[in-house]
């Protein structure tokens, strides 16, 4: 327990430390913000970017291993309310950029950077979308539930991963175009390794920290938070019922489908009893059931 809530203090800490230095990186180094088209509104690019897909991204995912003495609903909510706030805010930081790369006929898309982060950007909506309607809607299926939560899982980490490159590779082509010494340029060139420089690769290994700490926390299964693992919870456990006619109900008795026996002509049999037999659950069919 002392350990998991060390990582996530640790976590969090570095969270702030990475919108603290973009923020004075974009505000102090480059000149501060704007929404005109010009260089400074570009500098909301990096801090909207870093600050959605990385920060607040990482947050959301370690919030099912946090003990926390929340209701599952409860995390639920807090875990999309973290991502949706990071999907505006990832949005907003992409249409900064193409805003002034048309302002000033810059290309859209050209650099690996470019095609790493807007692959992010869409996958990430995607997944978003697709969460928002899988475990939130009440209405959705439980056995879709149960398909989708391994494949939204590791989608969860992978994106995070592709964050952190698209980030650390933003900041790297950012430096190398910016402090560059040439076109009259009175900064000094990045091979100098100037103030601005250190003050920018100190947030990319800022960055990398942030990251394997959330990789370490979501690696340690230990970790999990039982009471948040019903829906796809592969582990053998003798007499729970399970019943397709309502979406939340995976219990320890009957009380499910004597709660809603006006639903079960919509229940499809075949699909049932192919989830029981593969999550090894007894099988309990409400038009064989003596209820």
Same mark, same amino acid.
């Given at each position: 327990m002392r350990s998991i809530v060390s990582f996530?203090?640790?976590? @969090? %800490?570095?969270?702030?430390?990475?919108? /603290?230095?973009?923020?004075?990186? +974009?505000?102090?180094w480059r000149g501060g913000f704007a929404w005109d088209g010009s260089f400074l509104q570009f500098n909301w690019h990096p801090v909207l970017m870093v600050t959605s897909l990385v920060v607040l991204y990482g947050n959301a995912i370690v919030l099912?291993?946090?003990?926390?003495?929340?209701?599952?609903?409860?995390?639920?909510?807090?875990?999309?309310?973290?991502l949706s706030v990071a999907v505006v805010l990832s949005v907003l930081g992409v249409c900064a950029a193409f805003d002034f790369h048309r302002g000033n006929n810059i290309p859209h898309l050209y650099s690996l950077h470019s095609w790493i982060g807007?692959?992010?950007?869409?996958?990430?909506?995607l997944q978003w979308?697709?969460?928002?309607c899988a475990f939130l809607l009440p209405w959705t299926p439980l056995a879709f539930r149960?398909?989708?939560k391994p494949l939204h @899982? %590791?989608?969860?980490?992978?994106?995070? /991963?592709?964050?952190?490159?698209? +980030?650390?590779?933003?900041?790297?082509?950012?430096?190398?175009?910016?402090?560059n010494g040439r076109n009259g340029s009175n900064t000094e060139p990045y091979t100098a390794l100037p103030a601005e420089a250190l003050f920018a690769n100190s947030l990319g290994i800022l960055v990398v920290i942030f990251g394997l700490v959330v990789l370490r926390i979501l690696?340690?299964?230990?970790?999990?938070?039982?009471?948040?693992?019903?829906?796809s919870d592969r582990e053998r456990h003798p007499g729970v019922v399970f019943c397709c006619c309502c979406p939340s109900a995976s219990r320890?008795?009957?009380?499910?489908?004597?709660?809603?026996?006006?639903a079960y002509l919509g229940c499809n049999e075949w699909l049932f009893e192919l989830l029981l037999t593969f999550y090894q659950l007894e099988s309990v069919w409400p038009f064989s059931s003596d209820l």
């Open positions: 996530y203090l640790l976590s @969090v %800490w570095l969270s702030f430390l990475c919108v /603290i230095f973009v923020w004075l990186w +974009s505000g102090t099912y291993r946090v003990p926390l003495t929340w209701s599952r609903w409860r995390c639920k909510l807090s875990h999309a309310g973290l807007i692959s992010t950007v869409v996958l990430f909506t979308f697709g969460g928002l149960v398909f989708l @899982v %590791w989608m969860g980490t992978a994106i995070f /991963i592709l964050s952190l490159i698209a +980030s650390l590779s933003g900041i790297s082509e950012k430096l190398l175009l910016t402090l690696s340690n299964h230990k970790w999990k938070n039982p009471q948040f693992e019903n829906e320890l008795d009957l009380l499910c489908l004597q709660g809603c026996s006006s």
